[in-house]
DNA sequence: CTGTTTAGGTTGACAATGACAACCTTTCGA
DNA sequence: TCGAAAGGTTGTCATTGTCAACCTAAACAG
């Protein structure tokens, strides 16, 4: 005997139902997706994705978590090849941030929307956290070095350096960056940014 | 005779339509609103509402056009009370636009979603160029007298400081700046970047 | 006036979607 | 070995966006 062929239990559907919804998010480019999409990519009924999402915003709530985990790839890549604390390594981390948004347009346009009960939502906050942790160290840590007089503001400073390069990542999302200033270049509005706030001369 | 009750042509349901979906999305506080919600509020079948909108989304980007006549008298009236091309000018204007971001959260959310077809795209590029526009006059009125040497700078400044107001604005509203920062104040963000922005040279 | 056109309503139908209930089929532990 | 539980299936439902077919009031030509 030994078919073997397609076993009633699938045995690593969450997972599977995860990367096929990211991956069909990817392909349409738009995170308008339906149950049903993925689980005939999946290859299988719909309602049995309800065996292991509460709904479909279950779903799409472990999707952001696989965003999350991109936007980490990106930002660890990017810090390979700078010195810490350096003015290069808070370049990298927010050049990183607005490169996700662009080659991932999808993933970043879901990561902002919250819906979802109380317990996703922590979840995704701390995820968040996460993600900020990286860039308050790179910033106290040159702030140290370079501005001790100002480390007790490194949260601060980064909170803020953190709203510029969403704002500039998110207007840029929209194509409004060009819509107000045609030769807008978002890394260079993002260096700027960076200088202004850290009160570097450039 | 002369009932007059509730005649045959409403006479006026685009608008009222319109109206009828800002109030609902105000008050249920999320965009998500269904056709037949709206056509029940204005006291009229679902497909009426056809005979005035091409689609769902077509209604939706109408009640967007509401929503930026709403930002615009946010701004307008905190203009009134200061002198124009003063720092406190343009504190007023951000100010405005967080405060228009927490007050109207719905609307905020909905702005900055585009699904839409291209002229309906074209359309709302178009007013939001115009609210850009006061924020650019301002800034350019302010370096004109105190940095007059970063005059020809100001669309690149004016198009940072927006990033900047709209990512605190975003990040607020997404009940981020809580998570990075638990004595974060928008206000007082918002003035600490444009501080930092118009002192640098782009 | 009268009749016809047309704008603007109505009801009824449809497909797509999210979700659930009832049921069947493996897997696994006592 | 057998029964429960895990994890599938089909069938069904309400909601939603949308359309087609139809009706009615208003507007306007003759």
Redesign the pocket.
């Known amino acids: 005997m030994n078919q073997s062929v397609t076993?009633?239990?699938?045995?690593d559907?969450r997972n599977c139902a995860i990367t096929a919804a990211a991956e069909l998010i990817e392909t349409i480019g738009s995170y308008d997706?339906?149950?049903?999409q993925v689980a005939k990519r999946v290859g299988?009924?719909?309602?049995?994705l309800?065996?292991?999402f509460k709904?479909?915003?279950a779903l799409l709530t472990a999707v952001r978590e696989l965003a999350h985990i991109g936007i980490m790839e990106y930002t660890t890549n990017a810090q390979e090849s700078v010195a810490p604390g350096t003015l290069a390594h808070i370049d990298a981390l927010g050049s990183a941030y607005l490169r996700f948004a662009m080659d991932k347009k999808a993933f970043f346009g879901l990561m902002w929307e919250n819906h979802g009960d109380a317990d996703e939502r922590r979840a995704e906050a701390r995820a968040k956290r996460t993600g900020f942790q990286v860039l308050h160290e790179a910033i106290e840590l040159y702030l140290r070095e370079q501005r001790p007089e100002s480390v007790e503001n490194s949260l601060q400073t980064a909170t803020l350096l953190w709203s510029a390069a969403h704002g500039i990542a998110t207007l840029q999302h929209n194509r409004l960056l060009d819509t107000f200033d045609q030769n807008a270049n978002a890394e260079f509005m993002l260096r700027t940014a960076t200088r202004a706030i850290l009160k570097v001369d450039v």
Chains 1, 2 share one sequence.
């Open positions: 076993p009633y239990h699938h045995g559907l997706i339906t149950i049903a299988v009924s719909s309602p049995a309800y065996r292991h709904d479909k915003d």
